[in-house]
């Protein structure tokens, strides 16, 4: 009987020790799904949020935020689809879209040099900015402190993440439908009405070296009125030949002044970077570089031996039977308007987690 009294003590500890663990059990079992989603990291792509705020404005489409109007040449970003077919991404300048963006697309030559005018709240985990840059290193103001933010390039560099170009497109079968338009010029020029007499620039020390053997129908472009749409490519169309130089050389750095003669079947003089970095974009029967001559004189020979020889001058279209040229926009608020809808397209294909390590290394 001795062992009574204790026994019964035991059965008590153990009775309000099998409570208690079973209210630690159901208090744990309560409070373990509030506790996890606490810490559960937020989600990484914020689209059903959008959905719920506003499931007809927009759909599952990233949201990519242009943060500046690149020199305030702005049209409607729904354009994307009217000009390049390109509708995969919710494009907006609304800067309260901020916190939802997976893409911010940054002007470089609108940042100020205090980095005041960027993006002051947090960056979500899910949200990449792109470096937009359409300029050569020449004209790239070196920024201090911004090398470490971005996580894509946008240039006409070859190799950056977002690499915007005028196209080449190969034919489905090669063509002959090429016509040559009607030619009422040899060999023209477009330039800034200033700028001619400077000589400090490769590009007009060469001309002024050429005009002593051939004559140049110069257009200035300060009558810029007449170089808009139509009327730009109506008038280098009646040209056989146009000087395409490029205002500064680098790598890959080759302009519409290429891109626009070739697209309207004239015959592109080009200096620029060396010819087999043309020919990394067109075939090399497509133009005239001005390094295959050892002055301007054999150039001038050429082009006059050209112009009498209909046949020889024909064969620089033959590349036209397997590919076509798109012309480039000439209005002026769309002059940014394909590497806008190019980034829009970019950020829809690829989700990948990348970071620019330094910006200034890789392109000045
Ligand atoms: C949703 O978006 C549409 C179109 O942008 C707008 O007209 C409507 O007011 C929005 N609705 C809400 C609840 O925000
Ligand atoms: C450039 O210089 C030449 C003479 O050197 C002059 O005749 C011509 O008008 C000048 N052109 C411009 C646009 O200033
Ligand atoms: C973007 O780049 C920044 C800075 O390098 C980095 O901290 C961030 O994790 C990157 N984000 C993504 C989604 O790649």
């Known amino acids: 009987m001795a062992s009574s009294p204790s026994f019964s003590g035991l059965r008590a500890i153990l009775i309000v020790t099998l409570v208690l663990a079973g209210a ?6 309560y409070y373990t799904p509030l506790l996890s989603a606490i810490c559960r990291p937020p989600p990484v792509y914020s689209r059903w949020q959008l959905k719920r705020s506003n499931s007809s404005a927009v759909t599952d489409k990233p949201v990519v935020l242009l943060w500046f109007w690149p020199e305030k040449k702005s049209f409607d970003l ?78 006409y560099r070859k ?23 009607k ?23 060469y001309y002024k070296e050429l005009i002593k053997y051939i004559k140049v129908d110069v257009l200035y472009n300060s009558s810029a009125e007449s170089f808009k749409g139509e009327d730009y490519f109506q008038m280098i ?7 395409s130089f490029e205002d500064s050389i680098h790598k890959d750095y080759i302009t519409e002044t290429f891109s626009g003669p070739l697209a309207v079947g004239t015959v592109p003089i080009v200096l ?10 067109v075939p090399g029967t497509s133009f005239i570089h001005v390094n295959d001559f050892p002055d301007a004189v054999k150039l001038a020979d050429l082009i006059i031996r050209l112009d009498e020889d209909n046949e020889a001058y024909m ?21 940014f308007a394909l590497p806008i809808c190019q980034a829009c397209h970019y950020v829809h294909m690829n989700k990948e987690y990348r970071a620019v ?8």
């Open 237 to 243: 169309s009646s040209c056989k030949f146009f000087l």
């Open 159 to 181: 190799d950056a993440d977002i690499h915007i170009r005028w196209k080449l497109t190969a034919k489905k079968k090669p063509a002959e439908d090429f016509v040559l338009p």
């Open 272 to 281: 620029g970077p060396p010819r087999h970095n043309y020919e990394d974009f």
């Open 78 to 155: 729904q354009d994307c689809k009217k000009l390049f077919n390109i509708d995969s991404c919710h494009l907006t300048d609304d800067r309260s879209m901020y916190s939802r963006a997976e893409a911010v697309l940054i002007f470089h030559r609108a940042i100020s040099d205090d980095l005041s005018n960027l993006p002051t709240s947090p960056r979500p985990r899910f949200q990449r900015w792109i470096w937009f840059n359409m300029d050569p290193p020449t004209n790239t103001r070196k920024i201090e402190g911004i090398q470490g933010l971005f996580n894509l390039t946008l240039s």
């Open 357 to 364: 390590p330094d910006l200034y290394k890789w392109f000045l």
């Open 315 to 335: 064969q620089y279209f033959n590349w036209r039977r397997f590919y076509t040229v798109t012309r480039h926009l000439t209005e002026e608020n769309y002059e």
């Open 183 to 205: 030619k009422e010029r040899l060999l023209c020029w477009i330039v800034d009405n200033n700028d001619v007499n400077t000589t400090a620039v490769g590009k007009y020390s």
């Open 24 to 29: 630690i059990v159901l208090l744990l079992m």
